[in-house]
């Protein structure tokens, strides 16, 4: 865009205009230079170190991944090259975002006075926040390298920050400024579905700048690692606190991941709730509207509970809490620094009763098919060309891609409910892609239909499906689908005439 200018009218220019605009000129320059020697001041103090420390300190990554497709899991992807950035901390250890370096093949680093790269491996990664740990195999890429050091608590709001790290645009290290202007719960992208504190920034976070630092007073706050796409310089860094809750989750060697409280909540504004339910008006907290099963909030909390406080933290009425004397954040975020196993303590009213209600925090296995699953084999079970695999994110986005829309709302209805009626190795099948033979020709009926039994006996997952066909000495093969009155029928002997052909016909594993 040209920006509009005013030129100098030459016919009213003299000598005493030309004489203040000269001194003004000259005015400005020392203006100039010293605003800058300000910001270079101020930027050196903001870093904490130099440049070129910090430039020893961040690496910049190659990714070579290759990634599995849910929809056809029998076909691997091509092999693809991208780039980010990580940073180094205690122990030789490199600090960089999962979804940097998830589905990878092959990984090398190199640090800003590096000419060499270094083979890189992955020690511990952890989908659902978003962070990894990497080890260079040669104890020579750690040369006059100094860990950055962690910061202890949340930065304050409008305060500056630092981004630092190798995006698009270069193949050099890139700093760039801003502040931090909000903290708050928000999901994580990479996962799709885990809610985790975040620091949002104005600092530009672009392609490659993942997974690298975020500075303050010389001391990293944050790892960069999303950006919103809509609005301009908005990004996101994880803060201190969910990196260090990964960091010592590790400390046994083993990732063991995020419990959840399991349940889903109401605000107390409205005052005929308030009437109803028997709330004075004098109390915060919230109510409790559903409970997720086998969850740690399941066989102790109820529905309709209020929930007056947590951990000795009072609950607002919309369900926040002071977080570290300054900010305020769901009362969920106590939840996320716990582990397995720790005790969660409510103090809530019941029927109009106030109780405490103490039980231990766990894992929500349900959330692994709500989570996008990364590094890990899609499983199938293929009859007569008609493909059966388990709902889960990456089905259903891979579905969704391909624009099957027939039966599609009740697709997307039973992963939506998923987690609230989960049950132990329980699965839900779903028959989602045909392909197309002479034995299934008829069958568009029951695409994207819920499996519920064969031959008579309930199908609760893909190894029963795959072991009651294993099994089948019937004539026929009998499927029956939820909500359908129509079984779907095979011969036996056709299938088994059929299952070659399809297998060689469109390249599937025996």
Not at 115 to 136: G, P, R, T, V
Not at 195 to 217: F, K, M
Not at 272 to 284: A, H, K, N, Q, V
Not at 484 to 495: G, I, R
Request: hydrophobic share 40%.
């Amino acid at each position: 865009m040209r920006i509009p200018t005013k030129a100098l009218n030459p016919e009213k220019t003299n000598t005493e205009e030309i004489r203040i605009v000269s001194h003004f000129c000259h005015i400005s320059t020392k203006f100039i230079f010293l605003f800058g020697f300000v910001i270079l001041f101020f930027t050196d103090k903001l870093l904490g170190a130099g440049i070129d420390e910090l430039r020893q300190a961040v690496v910049q990554i190659r990714v070579y991944q290759q990634a599995k497709d849910s929809y056809s899991p029998w076909v691997r992807g091509p092999v693809s090259a991208s780039s980010g950035s990580g940073f180094l901390i205690s122990g030789n250890r490199i600090l960089t975002n999962a979804h940097v370096v998830s589905q990878a093949k092959f990984l090398e680093g190199q640090r800003g006075n590096q000419s060499d790269w270094f083979e890189l491996e992955i020690e511990a990664i952890a989908h659902d926040c978003d962070l990894a740990i990497l080890k260079a195999k040669k104890k020579d890429f750690y040369t006059g390298a100094n860990p950055l050091e962690l910061a202890t608590q949340l930065p304050e709001l409008g305060s500056p920050v630092q981004v630092i790290g190798y995006p698009i645009g270069g193949s050099k290290v890139s700093i760039s400024r801003g502040v931090v202007s909000r903290i708050e719960q928000s999901v994580y992208a990479h996962s799709q579905v885990d809610s985790h504190l975040v620091i949002q920034v104005d600092a530009a976070i672009n392609p490659g700048n993942s997974g690298g630092p975020a500075i303050q007073d010389g001391q990293v706050i944050g790892v960069a690692f999303q950006a919103a796409t809509k609005g301009e310089n908005i990004g996101y860094i994880i803060p201190i606190p969910v990196v260090e809750r990964f960091l010592k989750d590790l400390e046994d060697g083993i990732y063991d991941g995020y419990v959840e409280l399991g349940i889903r909540f109401h605000n107390s504004y409205s005052t005929s709730e308030r009437e109803f339910f028997g709330i004075p008006l004098d109390l915060s907290g919230v109510y409790v509207r559903s409970i997720l099963p086998e969850s740690s909030a399941s066989g102790f909390l109820e529905l309709n509970d209020f929930l007056l406080s947590i951990d000795g933290y009072t609950i607002a009425n919309n369900g926040t809490v002071t977080y570290d004397d300054k900010n305020r954040v769901e009362f969920v975020e106590l939840v996320d620094q716990k582990f397995q196993d720790d005790p969660i303590v409510f103090i809530l009213l019941r029927k109009g009763k106030k109780m405490e209600v103490r039980f231990p925090a766990k894992k929500l296995i349900s959330m692994e098919y709500h989570r996008n699953q990364y590094g890990k084999d899609f499983e199938s079970v293929v009859i007569g060309g008609l493909v059966f695999q388990a709902l889960n994110r990456d089905l259903l986005e891979s579905w969704g891609k391909v624009g099957q829309t027939q039966g599609g709302s009740l697709f997307l209805y039973h992963f939506q409910n998923q987690m609230e009626s989960y049950e132990s190795k329980k699965e839900i099948l779903v028959l989602y892609r045909k392909l197309s033979h002479p034995i299934n020709q008829a069958q568009d009926y029951y695409l994207n239909q819920i499996l519920e039994s064969v031959n008579g006996k309930k199908i609760s997952n893909l190894r029963e499906l795959k072991d009651e066909i294993a099994s089948n000495k019937s004539n026929y093969l009998v499927l029956r689908f939820l909500n359908l009155p129509l079984p779907l029928v095979f011969s036996t002997k056709e299938l088994l005439t059929a299952e070659p052909e399809i297998i060689k016909s469109y390249k599937l594993s025996p």
